[in-house]
C-alpha cells in the first residue's frame, strides 16, 4: 500500500477510534494488531492534535519518582558518559517544552540494554531505531525517553555531581557498568582505559574503583587547543576481576561485535590515511594521581 494511502486510512481510523472515546494506550494497540506497527505517543500527539485538530487531549506528566537501584545507578552512568538530556519547544505545542533522554550509539546491544533498563524502571521508552548518519558515514542506534521528571532528575546530577553518591551508594558496580559502556575501552593490550573530561565525574568511577577494591592510575591528556581528558586506567592483572563485577553487555571481550566493528573501521581509516597527509602527534601531558598502594 502506497505510503501517502497507508497515511491518510490511519488518519482515518485514529479518528473514529477519538470519536468512540479511545485514549493513546488503546489506540497505539489497535494500530499495532492491525497494521503491525508500532507508534510512539509524540507521533500519536502529534495526529491527534494538529493533523485532526483534536484538543480534547489531556496533558499531565508521567508520574515518576526516583528510587534507589540497580537500574537507575546503571541509568546515571550512562547518563554521565554517552546519553543526552534534552529540553526544546514543541513543534505542536510552541508555548510547552519537550523533555527527553537520547542515547545515540555505534553498539545496538548498548541501546538495547539501555531500552530495557529503562522499561524496568517503569518509563516508556521508545524502540531501539537504527539509522545512517551520512555526515559521519556510519550506522548508529538510537533510543528516547520523554518523561519530564526522568530528564530533570539526570540533568540536575549531571550539573550538580556531588549528589550522585545519594543514588549510587551500594551499586557501584551497576554505576560503573554504565560508565563503561559508555566511556571505556578494552585495550588491545587488554588493559582498560575510561574517558572524560571533567574530573568530577572522573573521581566518582575512582571512587568506585576504591570502594570494590580494584586498582587503577589517572592519566591526564592535554589536547592542546580542546579540553583535556582524564584517563582511568585499570593495569591488565585487574581487568577480569572488574569486567566480572561489572558485567558490561559491550566491550567485555576483543572479540565481542563491538571490537569486531570497530577492526574493521580501523581497516577503512587506514585505507583512507595512504591517501591523506598525517597530522601531526598530539602532545601528551601525563599526571600520575594514582593512590598510594
Known amino acids: 500500500m502506497p505510503r ?16 468512540r472515546g479511545y485514549g493513546y494506550k488503546r489506540i497505539r494497540k489497535y494500530l499495532k494488531e492491525k497494521y503491525g506497527i508500532e507508534v510512539s505517543n509524540s507521533t500519536l500527539h502529534y495526529l491527534v492534535r494538529v493533523k485532526l485538530g483534536d484538543e480534547n487531549v489531556a496533558i499531565s ?19 554521565l558518559g554517552d546519553a543526552s538530556l534534552i529540553i526544546t519547544k514543541r513543534i505542536d505545542w510552541p508555548e510547552s517544552k519537550r523533555y527527553f533522554f537520547k542515547l545515540k550509539v555505534r553498539d545496538k546491544e548498548f541501546a538495547e540494554e539501555v531500552k530495557k533498563v529503562i522499561e524496568r524502571l517503569g518509563l516508556p521508552c521508545s524502540e531501539v531505531k537504527e539509522y545512517y548518519d551520512r555526515r559521519d558515514e556510519a ?9 519530564k521528571r526522568f530528564v530533570l532528575f539526570l540533568r540536575d546530577l549531571k550539573d550538580h555531581p556531588e549528589k550522585v553518591w545519594e543514588w549510587i551508594k551500594g551499586y557501584e558496580e551497576e554505576f560503573l557498568r554504565g560508565f563503561y559502556e559508555s566511556e571505556g575501552c578494552l585495550h588491545k593490550s587488554g588493559k582498560i582505559l575510561i574517558y572524560n573530561t571533567r574530573r568530577e565525574y572522573i573521581d566518582i568511577v575512582t571512587e568506585c574503583l576504591q570502594r570494590l577494591r580494584i586498582k ?6 592535554d589536547q592542546g587547543a580542546y579540553k583535556g ?3 582511568v586506567y585499570i593495569p591488565v592483572h585487574e ?10 553487555a559491550i566491550k567485555y571481550s576483543r572479540d565481542d561485535p563491538h571490537y569486531q566493528r ?7 581509516r587506514q585505507r583512507r590515511r595512504l591517501k591523506n597527509p598525517q597530522r601531526p602527534p598530539q602532545a601528551l601531558v601525563i599526571v600520575n594521581l594514582s593512590p598510594p598502594l
Open 61 to 79: 506528566e508521567i508520574p515518576w519518582e526516583p528510587r534507589r537501584c540497580p537500574e537507575l545507578a546503571y541509568i546515571i552512568g550512562v547518563a
Open 239 to 248: 581487568v577480569p576481576r572488574f569486567l566480572a563485577i561489572t558485567k558490561p
Open 216 to 221: 587503577y592510575n589517572i592519566l591526564f591528556k
Open 4 to 19: 501517502k494511502v497507508l497515511n491518510d486510512e490511519l488518519l482515518r481510523e485514529i479518528k473514529e477510534l477519538r470519536d
Open 229 to 231: 581528558v582524564w584517563i
Open 139 to 147: 550506522v548508529y542506534y538510537s533510543v528516547y525517553c520523554y518523561v
Open 262 to 268: 570497530i577492526k574493521k573501521e580501523r581497516e577503512e
